[in-house]
């Protein structure tokens, strides 16, 4: 139940961004260096975000049962 829990509240909030993304539009580059820095920032969140969530399914959990 966590998983889907975690995963319904990645996508709102990736479709949230995206929306404001389309919200604010183009609107005007400030500078020329600054072009692809947005589009760099979103693959890195992207990677990190995808790679967290293979690393977290993949590693085995430990079980803290009470042993009497």
Request: glycine fraction near 8%.
């Amino acid at each position: 139940m966590n998983q889907s829990v975690t995963l319904a509240m990645a996508l709102i909030f990736g479709a949230s961004e995206v929306s404001l993304a389309i919200a604010k539009g183009r609107g005007r580059q400030d500078a020329a260096s600054d072009a692809g820095s947005l589009r760099l920032i979103w693959i890195i969140v992207a990677v990190s975000l995808t790679v967290a969530f293979l690393v977290a399914g993949s590693s085995p959990r430990a079980d803290f049962a009470m042993s009497s």
